[in-house]
């Protein structure tokens, strides 16, 4: 099993997708700011390039943890200690009749949702009674992470094998 990097990439591209709809004024946007105590004067100083550069990088980071939890044939290559070449004749005989199984993105998409829900909004959410922020805040920042897996999960999950 090997990594696809160009449904890796996909993956965190589609963050900064769904963050510039996400976080648009007309969306989120507005009350996100007010809830994190910022407004424009604030974020005018920001490196836009830089911001979006590392916020890329952590979306790959997070669209390569997100490939074990979707694609299932993951924990069979984990089970034989990630070397297919030493595997016994059961583990390529469990590949043939297996190996694309549950490659959907629906399915993808699924686990996505349940990683975001279960893993990223918890997280927020802890950061955020930590910082005091608002609940609303919870809901705007881990919403975007929650729907932002579920379709990492699905692209990861579902490419197109080779």
């Known amino acids: 099993m090997e990594t696809n ?3 890796l990439l996909t993956a965190a591209t589609s963050t900064l997708i769904v ?3 996400w976080y648009n004024p007309r969306v989120f946007g507005n ?10 004067d604030d974020l005018k100083g920001s490196n836009l390039i830089k911001t979006m550069g590392i916020s890329f990088i952590y979306a790959f980071f997070i669209a390569f943890m997100l490939q074990t939890i979707t694609i299932h044939q993951f924990g069979a290559l984990g089970m034989i200690g990630g070397d297919p070449t030493i595997a016994k004749a059961s583990y390529n005989e469990f590949m043939t009749d297996y ?6 993105f629906k399915h993808g998409a699924l686990h996505g949702f349940i990683s975001g829900l279960f893993m990223a909004l918890p997280i927020i959410g802890t950061s955020a009674l930590h910082e005091q922020r608002s609940f609303k805040y919870t809901l ?4 975007f992470w929650v729907v932002s897996c579920t379709i990492m999960g699905g692209i990861v999950c579902g490419w197109p094998l080779n």
């Open 31 to 40: 009350l996100w700011m007010k809830e994190a105590r910022l407004n424009y």
């Open 140 to 143: 705007i920042s881990g919403g």
């Open 99 to 104: 190996g694309n199984a549950f490659r959907t």
């Open 19 to 21: 963050g510039f709809i």
């Open 5 to 7: 990097f160009l449904a």
